[in-house]
């Protein structure tokens, strides 16, 4: 079987790891492969690759000179070519990697072409923009009809199926989790948070913790956000946090040491992430005999849960006092934050849908950590620093913390091997290869008539009580750019 994987770049990150893994997987199965891809690969690839330039990020190609014909029928033409090429041939399937995110304004029309010139399209999505993600929401296109879909986890399956999809149509196709390697011998001093620090990994949620970790250890962030990132402001802003209140907290460790050594110092790795689509830091740790801590992300956790895991060191929320929050201006800032977003999306915010938000926050006498915007965040972690009596309301409503406070690794064996044996078996290389098997036979023996319904698939996802700030990309906190702004002007004076 010829199978074309796509995607607009292959560069490091997430999707481009699981693209490579798919493609490894496949060429060992027999299968025929090319990766096609808008920009090239940042490493040599023992799989066949063709470059396609309109196949790119809108923001990568408005920055080249070249001269390019940007249009839908151009970009179909190009990625039927490089079949064409490479095989004297098209695909059997066209497996299509994240399509679904405006990050190409070319791409779903692209393969509504391609479909209908005879092309089996599989559309394989790891993150929703209906997911509080405007920014790369397709306001104006419809998505691509009677194709085949697959998903990453069981909430988005059960999203597609209830916007619309048929089940003979919809895929879950989990991803494979490889095992880390650590070094040995090493003092076991950190909290390792292995993450870059984009907004939605809510960095000051993990400087929080480190109000509550054991003398002597520290928790060490490995990578930043990507230079070009949105995300860089307010991750600096946290560093200069994290310098002001003498917080045990390493920045940027990923860039000095090996991930093999990072993991050989780790007591425990930690996540503090409020939005995950697979959720690997859930699961590797355990693969190197670490254990995962943190805040559990439900619509994750949920699915590794029924294959037998057990994460007793997750929480659900970090509860706050509301003693130590202003409700109204709580409501305010959230009510602004939900308007934002509603208007983002070119939604109306109903009424009822700010009397549910309102009504959550003055029916609770606590509020979760996470769910507050970065001035808030900071109130709360300067507080607890400095004062000892709200360390320990807070400490006598979270039980988590004084776990963390006392968390010796060994005392955590047992569980830790089960786990590393469960990941082993439900979740091994080749477990997905068998799940993209059968995707790929039901794809192209199984003709499906169905489409997604965008405002169905936008009213399940945002539900006003998984509000987040942040975890909605493109919207900052204001406090965190306004800081951000005079430390600037100041050392621009300096």
Same mark, same amino acid.
């Given at each position: 079987?010829?199978?074309?994987?796509?995607?607009?770049?292959?560069?490091?990150?997430?999707? =481009?790891?699981?693209?490579?893994?798919?493609?490894?997987?496949?060429?060992?199965?027999?299968?025929?492969?090319?990766?096609?891809?808008?920009?090239?690969?940042?490493?040599?690839?023992?799989?066949?690759?063709?470059?396609?330039? &309109?196949?790119?990020?809108?923001?990568?190609?408005?920055?080249?000179?070249?001269?390019?014909?940007?249009?839908?029928?151009?970009?179909? %033409?190009?990625?039927?070519?490089?079949?064409? =090429?490479?095989?004297?041939?098209?695909?059997?399937?066209?497996?299509?990697?994240?399509?679904?995110?405006?990050?190409?304004?070319? &791409?779903?029309?692209?393969?509504?072409?391609?479909?209908?010139?005879?092309?089996?399209? #599989?559309?394989?999505?790891?993150?929703?923009?209906?997911?509080?993600?405007? /920014?790369?929401?397709? $306001?104006?296109?419809?998505?691509?009809?009677?194709?085949?879909?697959?998903?990453?986890?069981?909430?988005?399956?059960?999203?597609?199926?209830?916007?619309?999809?048929?089940?003979?149509?919809?895929?879950?196709?989990?991803?494979? !989790?490889?095992?880390?390697?650590?070094?040995?011998?090493?003092?076991?001093?950190?909290?390792?948070?292995?993450?870059?620090?984009?907004?939605?990994?809510?960095?000051?949620?993990?400087?929080?913790?480190?109000?509550?970790?054991? +003398?002597?250890?520290?928790?060490?962030?490995?990578?930043?956000?990507?230079?070009?990132?949105? /995300? @860089?402001?307010?991750?600096?802003?946290?560093?200069?946090?994290?310098?002001?209140?003498?917080?045990? !907290?390493?920045?940027?460790?990923?860039?000095?040491?090996?991930?093999?050594?990072?993991?050989?110092?780790?007591?425990?790795?930690?996540?503090?992430?409020? +939005?995950?689509?697979?959720?690997?830091?859930?699961?590797?740790?355990?693969?190197?005999? !670490?254990?995962?801590?943190?805040?559990?992300?439900?619509? !994750?956790?949920?699915?590794?849960?029924?294959?037998?895991?057990?994460?007793?060191?997750?929480?659900?929320?970090?509860?706050?006092?509301?003693?130590?929050?202003?409700?109204?201006?709580?409501?305010?800032?959230?009510?602004?934050?939900?308007?934002?977003?509603?208007?983002?999306?070119? @939604?109306? &915010?109903?009424?009822?849908?700010? +009397?549910? #938000?309102?009504?959550?926050?003055?029916?609770?006498?606590?509020?979760?950590?996470?769910? @507050?915007?970065?001035?808030?965040?900071?109130?709360?972690?300067?507080?607890?620093?400095?004062? =000892?009596?709200?360390?320990?309301?807070?400490?006598?409503?979270?039980?988590?913390?004084? $776990?963390?406070? $006392?968390?010796?690794?060994?005392?955590?064996?047992?569980?830790?091997?089960?786990?590393?044996?469960?990941?082993? &078996?439900?979740?091994?290389?080749?477990?997905?290869?068998? %799940?993209?098997?059968?995707?790929?036979?039901?794809? $192209?023996?199984?003709?499906?008539?169905?489409?997604?319904?965008?405002?169905?698939?936008?009213?399940?996802?945002?539900?006003?009580?998984?509000?987040?700030?942040?975890?909605?990309?493109?919207?900052?906190?204001?406090?965190?750019?306004?800081? @951000?702004?005079? %430390?600037?002007?100041?050392?621009?004076?300096?």
């Amino acid at each position: 079987m010829y199978i074309a994987l796509l995607h607009y770049h292959l560069l490091r990150g997430g999707v =481009s790891s699981v693209i490579r893994h798919q493609a490894a997987l496949l060429k060992q199965a027999g299968y025929q492969v090319l990766i096609i891809t808008g920009e090239a690969p940042s490493d040599l690839l023992d799989i066949p690759a063709a470059i396609v330039p &309109l196949l790119a990020y809108d923001s990568v190609r408005a920055e080249s000179e070249a001269s390019l014909s940007e249009t839908p029928e151009a970009l179909a %033409q190009g990625i039927r070519d490089a079949m064409q =090429s490479h095989w004297g041939r098209v695909a059997d399937v066209l497996h299509v990697h994240n399509p679904l995110l405006r990050k190409n304004k070319l &791409l779903l029309p692209a393969l509504e072409l391609l479909q209908k010139g005879g092309v089996n399209l #599989l559309l394989h999505n790891h993150d929703f923009a209906e997911d509080f993600r405007p /920014d790369v929401y397709n $306001t104006s296109q419809n998505y691509p009809e009677n194709c085949h879909f697959g998903v990453i986890n069981r909430r988005d399956y059960s999203f597609l199926h209830r916007s619309g999809l048929k089940k003979e149509g919809l895929h879950f196709l989990p991803n494979a !989790v490889l095992p880390l390697q650590a070094s040995r011998g090493l003092e076991r001093r950190r909290f390792v948070y292995p993450v870059r620090a984009i907004r939605r990994k809510n960095i000051g949620e993990a400087l929080f913790l480190s109000l509550f970790i054991p +003398k002597g250890t520290s928790i060490a962030i490995t990578l930043p956000p990507a230079q070009t990132s949105s /995300d @860089l402001r307010c991750y600096q802003f946290w560093k200069q946090v994290a310098v002001e209140l003498s917080l045990p !907290v390493e920045f940027e460790v990923g860039l000095r040491e090996s991930i093999a050594d990072i993991m050989g110092t780790a007591q425990a790795v930690l996540t503090t992430s409020v +939005k995950e689509g697979f959720g690997f830091a859930f699961l590797e740790p355990w693969t190197v005999d !670490v254990a995962v801590l943190g805040r559990r992300i439900g619509t !994750v956790c949920s699915d590794f849960e029924r294959d037998g895991l057990q994460f007793p060191y997750l929480y659900d929320s970090i509860d706050i006092p509301m003693a130590y929050l202003s409700p109204p201006l709580l409501r305010k800032k959230l009510e602004h934050i939900l308007a934002e977003l509603y208007g983002a999306y070119n @939604l109306e &915010l109903e009424t009822h849908t700010l +009397k549910t #938000l309102t009504d959550n926050i003055f029916s609770q006498e606590v509020f979760d950590f996470g769910k @507050l915007d970065e001035e808030f965040q900071m109130d709360i972690i300067e507080m607890a620093a400095s004062n =000892s009596i709200a360390r320990q309301d807070i400490i006598d409503i979270n039980p988590f913390l004084q $776990t963390l406070a $006392t968390w010796d690794m060994a005392a955590h064996e047992d569980l830790i091997q089960t786990n590393k044996e469960l990941v082993a &078996l439900h979740y091994s290389m080749e477990h997905a290869l068998n %799940q993209l098997q059968m995707a790929y036979t039901r794809v $192209t023996s199984t003709p499906v008539q169905h489409r997604i319904s965008k405002s169905v698939l936008l009213d399940l996802f945002l539900d006003p009580l998984k509000l987040y700030p942040v975890g909605i990309t493109h919207m900052g906190s204001p406090l965190a750019i306004s800081r @951000l702004r005079n %430390q600037s002007a100041s050392e621009a004076g300096n």
